[in-house]
């Protein structure tokens, strides 16, 4: 009975041990590339040879005021040789006739989360909320405007 009990708190703290130590080996891999400077671009054609948008929609819903929230949601897939750490995207709201009522600029990809990897695909959604009357009630025209690196 004593043996056994040993047995198990030898067993947990070598568990425990072996956690930290992972917990440490991956974390500081994440501030290794926190700490490297972000590379970042504007320019059109290397975003456009670096990241695509895809299945992009909007759907409608209400916020607990009954007010409508419009949520546009799209796939960011890095097309690129390099994991993504930033990307920004630019949403136009446009009227019936096709002009411009809203431009609307937002990170959808931050570099304090986890970086796309090459050849990555992830879903984000940006929300929105009294958007302008004369607006055509279609999917904005969006495009990627800034990527980081």
Same mark, same amino acid.
């Given at each position: 009975?004593?043996?056994?009990? &040993?047995?198990?708190?030898?067993?947990? $703290?070598?568990? *425990? *041990?072996?956690?930290?130590?992972?917990?440490?080996? &991956?974390?500081?891999?994440?501030?290794?590339?926190?700490?490297?400077?972000?590379? !970042?671009?504007?320019?059109?054609?290397?975003?456009?040879?670096?990241?695509?948008?895809?299945?992009?929609?909007?759907?409608?819903?209400?916020?607990?005021?009954?007010?409508?929230?419009?949520? $546009?949601?799209? %796939?960011?897939?890095? $097309?690129?040789?390099?994991?993504l750490r930033l990307a920004e *995207?630019?949403?136009?709201?446009?009227?019936?006739?096709?002009?411009?009522?809203?431009?609307?600029?937002?990170? *959808?990809?931050?570099?304090?989360?986890?970086?796309? +990897?090459?050849?990555?695909?992830?879903?984000? !959604? &940006?929300? +929105?909320?009294?958007?302008?009357?004369?607006?055509? %009630?279609? $999917?904005? &025209?969006?495009?990627?405007?800034?990527?980081?690196?």
């Amino acid at each position: 009975m004593f043996q056994r009990s &040993i047995i198990i708190v030898v067993a947990s $703290v070598v568990l *425990v *041990v072996g956690l930290i130590a992972g917990w440490t080996f &991956i974390s500081s891999g994440e501030r290794e590339l926190a700490a490297t400077p972000l590379t !970042e671009t504007s320019d059109t054609g290397a975003i456009q040879n670096s990241a695509q948008l895809s299945h992009l929609s909007i759907a409608t819903s209400e916020n607990y005021f009954r007010q409508k929230i419009y949520v $546009v949601s799209a %796939y960011l897939k890095n $097309v690129s040789d390099k994991p993504l750490r930033l990307a920004e *995207v630019k949403m136009v709201f446009t009227d019936f006739d096709g002009k411009p009522i809203l431009e609307y600029t937002q990170k *959808v990809l931050n570099p304090s989360q986890k970086p796309l +990897q090459p050849g990555g695909e992830f879903r984000f !959604e &940006i929300r +929105q909320e009294n958007l302008p009357r004369g607006w055509n %009630y279609r $999917v904005p &025209i969006t495009e990627v405007t800034r990527l980081g690196y």
